[in-house]
C-alpha cells in the first residue's frame, strides 16, 4: 500500500475530486493548509502597512491506495490540479506500513479497497 | 427630506453587505466595495452632469445641462419638483436614488470583474442610463407626460437595475466555473443584515418620494411596512411546500422583493392593497429565481429576478391597485380605470428595453478602452487580493512585514550571542 500526499490549489479541489471520482479512487481525506511553493509573493496593503503575504491557501488530499492504484491516482490528481502557473502543488507517493479498518479490523489492501469492489 | 436623504443613503452601505454575504470569502471585499464605490464615482457624475439631465425640463427624452456642474442649485425652491424644500436637498435626496440603482447592478457580475472597467461603468452609467429613464418618468418626460405611475421607482430604480444587471452578466460572460461548481454564500447573517438594514433605509426612499411631509409620505411610509411582511409571509410558505424548511436566504429575499414591489405602488394604493400587492410580488420573483438557476446565464445575485421582475410586478400592480381617493393622481383597475394598467405595462417596457439595449452597449464601449473581465488566474485566486491587494479575513500567519530598511539577515550567531 502507499499513501498519496497531494497538495493542490483550493480552487482545483473540485475538479480533483471529480477525477478521483472518474477513477475510481473512493476513499480519501482533505485539510486546509497554508504553504510556500516558490509562488511569487503577494503585496498586500492596509492603510500605512505593507505585508508580504508568504504562504497561501492550499489544500491537502491524504489518500490511502493498493499499489495496482497508485499510478492512476496521481495521473488523475496531475491532469485536474495543473494550471501551468506555479503553485500548483505537489504529489508525494509514501510507503505505509500497516492499514487497518476500524469497523471490522481488516488489513492492509483489504482495508484500502471500499466495500462492494472485488 | 434631510433624514429621508440619510436613511436612502445607509441603502448602499446595506446593498453591500446583503450581496457580500452571497459571494465566497475570497470576494467579498470586492462585492461590497462595488456598492460603496457607487458613493463616490456615482456621486460626482451625478452632481456634476447627471442630476441636470434628469431633472431639469429640457424635453421628452431629456433635460438640458442649466443644473450642470451644480450651477443654479440654490437655497431655495427653484425645482418646480420640489417646490417646498432647498433645491440643494432636492438633488441630495435624488442622487441617494441614482447610487442605489447603480450599486443594484453590480449583483448580476460579482467575482469576475476587474476594478478599472467597474469604476468607469458605474460613473458613466448613471449618465448614459439613469439620467434619460429618470427624465422620462419623473423630470417631465414621455412616461411622466403619459401618466405612468411611479411613486418611488419601481421603473426608474428596479427595472432599470435588474435589466441593466442582466445585460452586464451577458457581457461579462458567465464565472469560470459556473454550471459546474456550486456558489454558496460566504456569509449569510451578513445578507440577514442587510436585508434588515434595505428595509430601515427604504422608509425614506418611498416616504421621501412624497416630497414633502403630508398624507401620501404617510401612506408610502405605512406600505413600506406591509408589503415586504406579507411578502415574507407568502414566500416562506412557498419555501415551506417545496423543501420543508423556512430558509434564511428566503426570508432575507423577500423582504427585498416586497420592497421592490411596494416602491412604485407605495403613495398610490390603499395599505390593505398594498399588502395584497406585496404578498402577490413573491410569486413571479420566487419562480424566476429557480428558474434562473437551471440557465446557462450567470446573473449571479439574480437582480433581474428580483428587481427587473419585482419591479415591473409592482408597477403593473400599481396600475391594478391604485385608488385615486387615497392618492390625488389617478384610479387603477379595480376602482375602474384598466387603462391606467396599459400606461404602466408601456413604461416598464420602454425603460427594461433602453435599460437592457444602453447598458450592453455602454459595457462594449468601455470593454474596446480598458478589459472588463478578470483573467482565469485571478478569479482563482479571488478579487480581494487580485484586486485590491487585501483580504476579508486575515490571519497574521506568513504576513512579512515590508520596512524601508530590512536590517541584516538572521544570523545563527548573532541568536547564540544574544543568549
Same mark, same amino acid.
Given at each position: ?13 473540485? &475538479?480533483? !475530486? ?20 516558490? @509562488? ?16 497561501? @491557501?492550499?489544500?491537502? =488530499? ?20 495543473? *494550471? ?23 488489513? &492492509? ?10 | ?12 452601505? /446595506? ?20 456598492? =460603496?464605490?457607487? !458613493? ?33 442649485? +440654490? ?8 417646490? *417646498? ?33 467597474? !469604476? ?29 405611475? +411611479? ?24 464565472? $469560470? ?52 411582511? #406579507? ?9 415551506? $411546500? ?69 419591479? #415591473? $410586478?409592482?408597477?403593473?400592480? $400599481?396600475?391594478? =391597485? ?7 393622481? /389617478? ?29 450592453? #452597449? ?7 478602452? %480598458? ?12 478579487? &480581494? ?8 479575513? %486575515? ?5 512579512? !512585514? ?12 548573532? #541568536?547564540?550571542?544574544?543568549?
Amino acid at each position: 500500500m502507499k499513501l498519496i500526499v497531494a497538495i493542490v490549489r483550493p480552487d482545483k479541489v473540485n &475538479d480533483v !475530486l471529480e477525477a478521483l471520482y472518474r477513477v475510481k479512487v473512493r476513499g480519501l481525506s482533505l485539510s486546509r493548509v497554508q504553504g510556500h511553493g516558490g @509562488e511569487l509573493e503577494r503585496v498586500e496593503t492596509y492603510r500605512g502597512t505593507t505585508v508580504k503575504v508568504d504562504l497561501n @491557501e492550499k489544500v491537502r =488530499f491524504e489518500i490511502g491506495v493498493s499499489d495496482h492504484f497508485v499510478e492512476r491516482t496521481v495521473r488523475a490528481i496531475m491532469a485536474a490540479a495543473r *494550471t501551468d502557473e506555479v503553485g500548483d502543488g505537489k504529489i508525494f507517493v509514501l510507503p505505509v506500513e500497516k492499514v487497518y479498518r476500524i469497523r471490522t479490523g481488516e488489513e &492492509d489492501t483489504d482495508a484500502v479497497t471500499p466495500v462492494g469492489v472485488a | 427630506m434631510m433624514t429621508s436623504t440619510a436613511l436612502v443613503l445607509l441603502m448602499t452601505p /446595506a446593498l453591500g453587505f446583503f450581496y457580500g454575504g452571497m459571494v465566497g470569502t475570497k470576494n467579498v471585499l470586492n462585492t461590497i466595495l462595488m456598492s =460603496f464605490t457607487t !458613493l463616490g464615482y456615482t456621486l460626482v457624475a451625478w452632481a456634476l452632469v447627471a442630476y441636470s439631465l434628469a431633472f431639469s425640463p429640457g424635453n421628452a427624452i431629456i433635460g438640458d445641462l442649466r443644473w450642470a456642474f451644480l450651477k443654479g442649485i +440654490d437655497l431655495a425652491g427653484s425645482q418646480p419638483l420640489g417646490p *417646498t424644500i432647498a433645491h440643494v436637498v432636492y438633488m441630495a435626496f435624488q442622487a441617494t436614488f441614482a447610487i442605489i440603482t447603480v450599486a443594484l447592478i453590480s449583483g448580476g457580475i460579482v467575482s469576475r470583474m476587474r476594478v478599472k472597467g467597474y !469604476l468607469l461603468f458605474i460613473t458613466l452609467w448613471v449618465i448614459c442610463i439613469y439620467g434619460p429613464i429618470a427624465h422620462w418618468v419623473w423630470g417631465g418626460g414621455w412616461l411622466g407626460a403619459m401618466g405612468a405611475l +411611479d411613486f418611488a421607482g419601481g421603473t426608474v430604480v428596479h427595472v432599470n437595475a435588474g435589466m441593466a444587471a442582466l445585460a452586464a452578466a451577458l457581457v461579462l460572460g458567465n464565472r $469560470t466555473n459556473h454550471g459546474r461548481q456550486a456558489f454558496l454564500p460566504g456569509n449569510v447573517p451578513f445578507v440577514l443584515l442587510g436585508a434588515g438594514l434595505l428595509w430601515f433605509g427604504w422608509f425614506g426612499f418611498n416616504g421621501g418620494s412624497a416630497v414633502a411631509s403630508n398624507k401620501y409620505a404617510a401612506l408610502a411610509f405605512t406600505n413600506t411596512f406591509l408589503a415586504p411582511g #406579507a411578502c415574507m409571509v407568502v414566500w416562506s410558505m412557498l419555501d415551506l $411546500t417545496r423543501t420543508g424548511k423556512v430558509t434564511a436566504m428566503g426570508v432575507a429575499t423577500a423582504i427585498v422583493v416586497g420592497l421592490v414591489a411596494i416602491t412604485p405602488a407605495s403613495g398610490f394604493v390603499p395599505p390593505f392593497w398594498g399588502l395584497v400587492l406585496g404578498g402577490l410580488a413573491a410569486l413571479p420573483s420566487y419562480y424566476v429565481i429557480l428558474w434562473r438557476a437551471r440557465t446557462r446565464v450567470d446573473e449571479s445575485l439574480d437582480v433581474f429576478a428580483g428587481h427587473a421582475v419585482g419591479g #415591473a $410586478t409592482g408597477a403593473i400592480l $400599481t396600475g391594478v =391597485f391604485a385608488v385615486k381617493a387615497w392618492n390625488g393622481a /389617478a384610479d387603477g383597475l379595480i376602482a375602474g380605470n384598466p387603462h391606467q394598467v396599459v400606461i404602466q405595462a408601456i413604461a416598464v417596457a420602454g425603460a427594461a428595453a433602453y435599460s437592457f439595449c444602453g447598458t450592453f #452597449a455602454l459595457l462594449k464601449i468601455i470593454g474596446l478602452v %480598458t478589459s472588463l473581465r478578470a483573467s482565469t488566474q485571478e478569479e482563482a485566486l479571488g478579487m &480581494d487580493p487580485t484586486q485590491h491587494g487585501e483580504e476579508a479575513y %486575515t490571519s497574521g500567519e506568513g504576513a512579512i !512585514l515590508v520596512l524601508p530598511d530590512a536590517g541584516p539577515e538572521p544570523s545563527l550567531e548573532a #541568536a547564540e550571542a544574544r543568549a
